[in-house]
């Protein structure tokens, strides 16, 4: 096991009924909220007046910041930084997916410099002092409200760019699974496979050797996020697989599964980012292209442990290491197309022509995240591989 | 899934080379120190210098308060709070095992109150605002590192009761695998019993109908507690195996597996404090004797459930559901045996017409903790099945 250090500030609030809580748990941050939020979620289960309710009950001022995209850009980011430092919020709350979470965290980071946000991102400049940011999540996918994580695009400069730190960690975060009720089967499968994703990269990267209990941890929460996926795209109000759905999501990327890993990186996110800023592709789309693609790249370089995935994930023990490890790849793929998600760039409507532009447009984030392996060429290698 | 809120407000800094990061910690919490040790693992390795020269070097005033035995007694603890009330002590660092720090947490919320500190377990008292605690884990067992609990012998009425609140949590805790090296083959075993019984309190007692994403989480790190016992008894300094039982005890309590499972309860723990509080019995032993009794006891009831830990943790899946239990059972049994560690009274020196007394001695503490199904005739039921 590598050396590590573990912090976990947000306080989860998990289950049915909880969402009356929101006042309670805001006003212990601030008195002035920015309320963060999206296009569609707050519009099914009548929740942005449930949620606008709450806070008022508790003699919260409201600044409303609506409008945040499935892949949010920094344009938008930088009115909500504005409204923020104009109103002179206390506190952000994000109500909605990875996206809104998102959003608020760099807008409760630069709500308090001079500088434009988008340092953050670009690593020209460090996270100090942000605003408290609480989350209402309505989507089982990015892990955000547990995290420290962001993820932003540059409408301008066409990236997308993460950027992170414990800082921006949710104070709060209120996970009720009814509010998934109403995610449509396309993004409940999508948030699935983010989910995934984000195990996958850190199971398949750890530089460490000695991963076993993390190993393990990870298996069962891939086992039970595809379980509950499969299980919930059938009845889509079962609250149990919605629940296993959201809770899993959010310990896939909270941390605790990386701690002692050692250096992982996320060079599947690193090759998804570049359809999304380039195509506006749904994240979680472009990830079960990417996903079979670089496993298939990197199984020759690591037969063992996607070997032990094979056995551990789907009971496959018959065969040489090899031909395991390829019949796992092959499940996997068969349970990403089950959940009704593409496997092809053309599925996802991107020419194969467009290859070396996507690749050309990762070398930003692959410099600031460290994946000097990741070049123009290695990406190209690894895209061809899902056309 | 059931509902549940989760703080994890302890900061855990783990592996190597970690100790000389106490001073920058402790001072952070407060300038005038009072160290709680044992009997003995602080003169192993130089530990008591080295954490004295750390905690000095950052200009920190220390007052030391050693002696803490392995069932830790009221009576030591009060000599505690009267020292950190005298000094005014502003924080405690533990450095040891479970009963260090368990001694500590109870000193911190002790120093800062009029009344004595037992209120705090016979629950005619609540925690408030403690002092902060820091630890250094020098035993690889109870999870007290990084949870809300404690537990203290009462040498004066022989009652050992726990108690236990989020705000008595570590601050911090520094776990060096290196620093258990020393640790002898009885209590590396007992620690390992111990840190796999909270787990199964865990398993086998949740209320709630929907824990898929617990049990594999909880059915992981058997395995691996299991598996890191048996080579660390084999080769005791084997950083990788000692660092696998380090986490995993401290994973196994620490609430992360509980979350979401409903009510538990602790009754292995219950019928285990009555020998340690009688006989003075070491707490793993006492565990490895309790948990195979009350698993046959408690397997008519749950067969099911007792079938998958089989299956899950020792590939059993031949025969009927009960026989399949039964041979999951038998199985951890033999672990327990491998280990090392007792199976019968007999093997602790407690003699079979002492079942009753221990019976009754656990009342107080089944009142507290709710477990009204655990009257003295049960017990006693469930002792007689470890003679």
Chains 1, 2 share one sequence.
């Not at 889509?236 to 701690?259: F, H, I, K, V």
Request: glycine letters at 10%.
């Amino acid at each position: 096991m590598e050396n590590f250090v573990l912090e976990s500030p947000t306080k989860i609030i998990f289950g049915r009924d909880t969402l009356p809580l929101l006042g309670r748990e805001t006003i212990a941050l601030g008195r002035k909220v920015l309320l963060v939020y999206g296009r569609q979620s707050l519009k099914r289960n009548n929740l942005h007046q449930q949620i606008c309710g709450y806070l008022r009950d508790s003699g919260l001022e409201i600044i409303e910041h609506g409008g945040v995209t499935s892949n949010p850009l920094l344009s938008h980011v930088r009115q909500g930084v504005e409204l923020a430092k104009k109103h002179e919020v206390e506190v952000i709350i994000a109500a909605g997916g990875g996206s809104v979470i998102d959003s608020a965290k760099a807008i409760a980071a630069g709500a308090v410099v001079k500088h434009d946000v988008w340092k953050f991102f670009s690593a020209k400049k460090g996270i100090t002092a942000p605003l408290p940011v609480g989350c209402v999540l309505t989507l089982a996918a990015s892990g955000s409200e547990m995290n420290g994580g962001m993820v932003l695009t540059n409408d301008e400069k066409r990236l997308k760019l993460g950027a992170g730190n414990k800082k921006i960690c949710p104070r709060f975060s209120i996970l009720d699974p009814t509010l998934t009720f109403s995610v449509p089967a396309d993004y409940t499968a999508y948030g699935a496979v983010d989910a995934v994703a984000h195990i996958l990269e850190a199971y398949f990267n750890a530089s460490g050797r000695n991963t076993a209990i993390q190993d393990r941890f990870m298996e069962g929460l891939i086992i039970n996020i595809m379980e509950a996926c499969e299980a919930t795209l059938a009845s889509p109000d079962n609250y149990e697989t919605r629940a296993n759905l959201m809770w899993g999501a959010t310990l896939a990327l909270n941390g605790w599964a990386r701690a002692g890993l050692g250096i992982t990186g996320f060079p599947m996110h690193l090759i998804e980012h570049t359809m999304s800023a380039l195509f506006n592709t749904p994240h979680g789309a472009g990830l079960a292209v990417v996903i079979p693609a670089w496993m298939e790249w990197r199984l020759e370089q690591k037969p063992e442990k996607f070997a032990q995935f094979a056995a551990r994930i789907f009971n496959i023990t018959e065969g040489g290491v090899t031909e395991r490890a390829r019949q796992g790849l092959q499940h996997l793929r068969a349970w990403i197309s089950r959940a009704g998600c593409p496997l092809t760039l053309k599925e996802l409507g991107i020419n194969e022509s467009a290859i070396p532009e996507l690749a050309a447009n990762a070398q930003p984030q692959a410099k600031i995240w460290r994946l000097p392996e990741y070049d123009i060429d290695t990406i190209c290698d690894i895209l061809r591989l899902s056309r």
